[in-house]
């Protein structure tokens, strides 16, 4: 990756990474394990709280014009890893511009989507078309969810989303 982890978490807005080579992301020690592993026993609480903030997500930015957010597929459920928000072009600035509007209000984002096709690493390989993913890398940031979360948390995020637009 073109940027350190010390360069990504120094800046007020993360810089956008490239990857120049094709790699593998092994981060997981035999400790971590062991706790992952404890962890698992409490999955089924730690998906259901992930949920509910991203329905309390949708529905106070469901009114909000120019933003949408990432929805379950019609046949199946998310445990909501992430909960992505795309910027339309009718809301009032920029993924940019609103990455730097949550990173001034204390509030860490970073971009969604990434369409691997447009990294070096991958820039002498033929592919398909891909116009929506394409898209979606321009326009896509990924908002902060995590199952300890509160509900003042979210609201905070929530409130520089609808100034911000």
């Known amino acids: 990756m073109s940027v350190s982890a010390a360069d990504r978490?120094?800046?007020?807005v993360s810089p956008p990474e490239e990857?120049?080579?094709?790699?593998f992301n092994f981060r997981m020690t035999d400790l971590q394990a062991a706790v992952g592993l404890v962890q698992l026993g409490r999955l089924p609480e730690i998906v259901a709280r992930r949920r509910q903030l991203a329905d309390h997500y949708r529905f106070e930015l469901s009114g909000v014009p120019g933003v949408r957010l990432v929805e379950?597929?019609?046949?199946?459920?998310?445990?909501?890893?992430?909960?992505?928000?795309?910027?339309?072009?009718?809301?009032?600035?920029d993924r940019e511009g609103l990455l730097l509007a949550l990173a001034s209000a204390g509030v860490s984002a970073r971009r969604g989507i990434m369409a691997a096709h447009l990294h070096p690493a991958h820039a002498d390989r033929d592919h398909a078309p891909l116009p929506v993913t394409e898209r979606l890398t321009d326009s896509?940031?990924?908002l902060p969810l995590f199952h300890q979360m509160t509900d003042a948390e979210l609201d905070r995020v929530v409130d520089v989303v609808r100034r911000a637009g």
């Open 140 to 142: 896509t940031l990924v």
């Open 72 to 93: 379950d597929p019609s046949w199946g459920t998310s445990n909501v890893q992430s909960l992505w928000l795309e910027v339309l072009p009718s809301y009032g600035t």
């Open 19 to 23: 990857y120049g080579e094709v790699g």
């Open 9 to 12: 978490h120094s800046s007020l």
